[in-house]
């Protein structure tokens, strides 16, 4: 027999668009239940170069998207510092660019109102020595870094510690209507086979680039551009704050700090399928050669990853553009009562990483229109809280203060974690070296449910540094089993997994140490540790 639940809101897709809907509905009393078919953060939201846009990049063929982003940038400091560093930024003309577009861009920055300030050519050069010697000219913007797996999962645990509740592991297989009426949602839990019914008043889809599946469902269309774009990650940080190239966006032309790493890209290429994520070696080297026009020396630096992702373009006509460069990067709210007959349904999708808090809040202005409901959006002054667990874990023994700040973390279990501190003597060995992670540090960012170290992963960057998990992965796969966390099987499963997926983006860019590094890879799991390589 399914399992039935009942709630005002529900909220299909846990990337950051889904995830700010749902704080927004809960900040405003509003019952909610977000569902996402795989982890948080596990879709286009993680998949991107993390730049906290000042706008600039869209001031001349994007007004609209512009202004936006120089709004969000503003607000977005303020409200989640925890997962943004305001590193500043800088456009940088190289010979190869157009004179020309140097005054459009000036022109349409002064417009918008975003700031831009010129600076001496030899003060950027002192500023970032990567940066092409010949440049021509360079001006600072508010660019930032974020971080989208800390700032996801930080706005879902503010809507969980508010009354929200989050499904994970859970897709959505059915729409299920009475008249021209969505009454509920069927999902099916991805690990037991398990379903559900969840009824609600309105449901809200915030897929992404599977919005137009979920669409599709409701037997209702929708026209998205799935335009999907590679990026790299270098070795070690090679800037202070973003490096843009001033010229119309295209590829090849970001360079985004983040934490002790530099995230380079992007390509764009319109695909059919939202869950492809296939990466060729020639598009790497077509983008590196490109990339160089800004850092020369991008083509010598080590590379220990490629990765790509899906941007959700909306178009509500037919697009022949092949790369997406000329679609906007608008925001899209669709009621589909107006548009197609159907109550109860809305989609909010397009727009950028750095608009989801805007994009939150016109969506739940159109549901509290819809349900009634007299409430300001306060997300624009509410600062969401950020759990950093190194700062938590500096003394485990603090075991009851740590169950006070865990319990704003998405999916932890405090109680369990409580207890587990004050008796595992094991808290302080670091289990990833590179990014300096402690076994404390993963109960505390466990999610209840399977053990799945690709989802510690996006809580923790267990994994994330120059060996890719090479060490770490096994030993905290070893850990769980022997701390009766999971079981061999269990760990076993969570372990090939997590090797596959780095190894996938290795192996674009496996040249050099990174060959060396994916060797060694193999050496460990398939020699030594007697992991077929089929199995993965």
């Known amino acids: 027999m399914r399992q039935r639940l009942e709630t005002d809101v529900v ?68 409200t989640v510092p925890g997962s943004i560093e305001a590193t500043g930024g800088i456009f940088a003309k190289v010979p190869e660019d157009d004179d020309a577009y140097v005054g459009e861009w000036l022109k349409s920055c002064e417009k918008v109102g975003i700031p831009v300030t010129e600076i001496p050519i030899s003060t950027a050069l002192q500023q970032e020595p990567y940066l092409n010697k010949n440049v021509q000219a360079v001006f600072h913007v508010p660019d930032g870094a974020v971080d ?35 009454c509920s949602v069927t999902i099916r839990n991805q690990y037991t086979g398990e379903e559900t019914d969840i009824y609600a008043n309105l449901f809200i889809n915030a897929a992404g680039p599977w919005g137009a599946r979920v669409c599709a469902l409701a037997e209702i269309p929708l026209k998205l551009i799935n335009n999907k774009g590679m990026l790299t990650v270098l070795n070690h940080r090679i800037n202070k704050q973003v490096i843009n190239r001033l010229r119309l966006p295209g590829d090849a032309d970001i360079f985004v700090p983040a934490h002790n790493v530099t995230i380079f890209g992007t390509t764009g290429k319109n695909v059919n399928n939202p869950n492809d994520f296939t990466m060729q070696r020639e598009e790497m ?149 590179c990014e300096q992670i402690t076994w404390a540090e993963i109960k505390a960012a466990m999610p209840e449910g399977r053990f799945n170290l690709s989802d510690i992963r996006r809580r923790t960057r267990l994994g994330m540094g120059p060996c890719q998990g090479t060490f770490c992965n096994q030993r905290v796969a070893a850990l769980a089993v022997e701390k009766g966390i999971a079981t061999q099987d269990e ?19 496996a040249t ?25």
């Open 491 to 509: 760990a076993n499963w969570a372990l090939n997994e997590a090797v596959h997926n780095r190894k996938k983006g290795m192996e674009v860019v």
């Open 148 to 182: 989208p797996f800390t700032l996801t999962i930080d706005v879902c645990a503010d809507a969980v510690s508010r009354g929200a509740n989050v499904l994970t592991y859970s897709e959505v297989i059915s729409i299920n209507k009475s008249a021209n009426t969505v």
């Open 512 to 536: 050099g140490q990174t060959s060396k590094q994916l060797q060694m890879m193999d050496m460990i799991y398939h020699v030594s540790l007697g992991v077929r390589k089929g199995d993965e």
């Open 285 to 433: 080297i077509e983008m590196l050669k490109e990339g160089s026009a800004l850092v020369p020396e991008v083509t010598q630096m080590r590379m220990i990853r490629a990765f790509c992702g899906s941007r959700p373009l909306y178009q509500d006509h037919a697009d022949h553009d092949s790369s997406g460069r000329n679609v906007t990067r608008g925001i899209a709210l669709l009621d589909h009562q107006k548009r197609d007959g159907l109550e109860g349904f809305v989609t909010i999708t397009g727009g950028k990483l750095t608009t989801f808090r805007h994009m939150a809040e016109k969506t739940v202005d159109l549901a509290c229109e819809k349900l009634g409901i007299s409430a300001t959006c306060t997300t624009a002054e509410e600062q969401v809280a950020h759990r950093d667990a190194k700062e938590f874990f500096k003394d485990i023994h603090l075991a009851a203060a740590a169950k006070t700040k865990l319990q704003h973390w998405a999916g932890v279990n405090a109680k369990t974690i409580e207890t587990s501190l004050k008796s595992d003597s094991d808290d302080r060995i670091v289990v990833c070296e």
């Open 11 to 78: 909220v299909i897709g846990g990337g950051v668009t889904g995830a700010g809907v749902l704080r927004d509905l809960a900040l405003r009393g509003i019952r909610a239940i977000l569902v996402e078919q795989r982890d948080l953060v596990h879709g286009t939201s993680s998949r991107n170069h993390g730049l906290l846009h000042s706008g600039a990049r869209y001031a001349v063929r994007d007004e609209d998207a512009a202004t936006e982003s120089y709004c969000e940038n503003l607000i977005l400091k303020k």
